[in-house]
């Protein structure tokens, strides 16, 4: 059994254990496709809680060193960079280089907003409120009224008309995921979700040890016939998608299809965890599934993408049938969000600073997509102006694997495709390229030139990585 060396390493416990996952990877101490502890197996042998170990191996595999099947295991994946050849595009005559410097589009992040003057003025408001001390106090179940008020004035500029009573605050999506899949779910459950899908559900997945299978997909996401199929043969509880802006491919849903899936989630009992982070980038948001059919699905959305990831501020809005059991569930789970992050979050929402960090964010977000659509003028790929992200098809012979190792070669960092994949499902032809974490819009230039003169090489067989 693989045991990590943890001695002389700082920091939280998750990411010293990733780092020395990824360190005995590169080293070849651990070959590609060595199978790794269990996430109980190893927290026993490291006196660890399995959660620290879930979330090292969530974040070794969104480094792209490992990957995991619900029901199989976790598994080493070789380092891609050193099997990549040293050349690429022999014949380019101006191979473009970031000269030592990494361009970051493996992250899903807003362009980031580098003047701080709304979060400055916010908190030197906080200080001179004497009821900032209030904040300090532990808040009712599903956050203070205030906070979840704001709350309900987001959900409602998504779509989704609903009251402040219905609404509870919670640290992101990524928590709002968890207490729904607690609240819906038991382990060994069956959930189905896009046959590509959110890196982070298959984490959240495999830690309460459901079991995913993924449903055939088109251009606006889950096609119901495969939905349908799914759920007569594998019986869900539930069902999770993202219908606006999907990640990994940016499908949005018409709102046809979302009446489609919501009465196929119905007409099998099963509950929709509706997903919907990116709503908000759209000047006038499609109505959710959860406003359409809000009987049969639990909503969640954050403003991390909208307003700024470190917020950790995110609203969950369970169906009402069971909505007596999600206060429990957020509090048991990591008690609150924080309340002084949620007032900045609830400032934000109601002075009107919420509608312009958004209104920047689209212009700078369409201004680099247009840089995308312009360096890869001739090719394929799936893509909204208001997208962080776009779905990039990958030319003959390319594959996915050899593109993010010969990125990698030449300094720019992208999310292996595999990452994305669900069960046993065949790997797409295709790379998810993320355009807002770049440092500027010429970094963007050069990284997206990179990625367009690799494309344009032979890719023959000696190009792709097995």
């Known amino acids: 059994m693989w045991a990590p060396d943890l001695n002389g390493r700082s920091g939280p416990k998750y990411l010293a254990l990733a780092d020395a996952l990824s360190e005995d990877v590169l080293s070849g101490r651990l070959a590609h496709g060595a199978r790794l502890p269990t996430h109980r197996e190893l927290a026993e042998q490291l006196g660890v809680t399995v959660g620290t170990v879930s979330r090292a191996y969530a974040e070794a595999e969104r480094r792209g060193f490992v990957s995991g099947e619900v029901g199989r295991g976790t598994f080493a994946r070789g380092p891609l960079a050193d099997a990549a050849p040293a050349a690429v595009s022999r014949g380019a005559s101006a191979a473009v280089a970031l000269d030592d410097e990494v361009a970051e589009l493996s992250l899903n992040v807003p362009p980031l907003d580098h003047r701080g003057d709304a979060l400055a003025a916010t908190l030197q408001a906080l200080a001179r409120d004497p009821a900032t001390a209030e904040l300090m106090e532990y808040p009712p179940d599903g956050g203070h009224a205030r906070h979840r008020a704001a709350g309900a004035l987001w959900v409602t500029r998504s779509g989704y008309p609903v009251s402040a009573n219905d609404v509870y605050v919670v640290n992101g999506c990524q928590h709002g995921m968890a207490a729904a899949f607690h609240a819906l779910l038991k382990p060994g459950d069956v959930m189905l979700t896009e046959e590509v899908t959110y890196p982070g559900l298959k984490a959240v997945a495999a830690a309460f040890h459901l079991r995913l299978h993924g449903v055939a997909m088109d251009a606006e996401g889950l096609r119901p016939d495969a939905l349908e199929a799914a759920c007569a043969d594998k019986q869900p509880r539930a069902i999770y998608c993202v219908p606006t802006l999907q990640n990994p491919t940016t499908a949005t849903m018409s709102k046809r299809r979302r009446l489609e899936v919501a009465e196929i989630a119905r007409r099998h009992g099963a509950v929709i965890v509706e997903d919907d982070v990116h709503g908000r980038l759209l000047p006038e948001p499609p109505a959710p599934i959860a406003a359409l059919a809000p009987d049969v699905t639990c909503y969640v959305t954050s403003t991390s993408k909208g307003l700024a990831p470190g917020l950790r501020i995110g609203f969950l809005v369970p169906p009402a ?81 050899a593109v993010v190792a010969h990125s990698s070669r030449r300094g720019v960092r992208l999310t292996p495709t595999e990452a994305f994949v669900v069960g046993r499902a065949p790997t797409p032809h295709a790379i998810r390229l993320c355009l807002g974490a770049a440092r500027d819009r010429d970094q963007l230039d050069r990284a997206l030139r990179v990625i367009a003169e690799i494309l344009e090489g032979p890719g023959d067989a000696s190009s792709v990585v097995a």
């Not at 206060?327 to 002084?340: F, G, I, N």
């Not at 920047?360 to 201004?367: F, L, N």
């Not at 659509?373 to 779905?391: E, I, M, T, V």
């Open 321 to 401: 049938p069971l909505a007596h059991r999600f206060a429990e569930l957020v509090r048991t789970s990591t008690w609150m969000a924080a309340p002084l992050m949620a007032e900045i979050a609830a400032r934000w929402l109601t002075d009107g600073t919420a509608e312009k960090l958004l209104a920047a964010k689209r212009a700078e977000v369409a201004a680099r997509q247009q840089r995308a659509a312009a360096a890869f003028a001739g090719l394929r790929y799936a893509a909204s102006p208001a997208s962080f992200h776009l779905w990039l098809q990958l030319p003959e012979p390319w594959r996915a694997d």
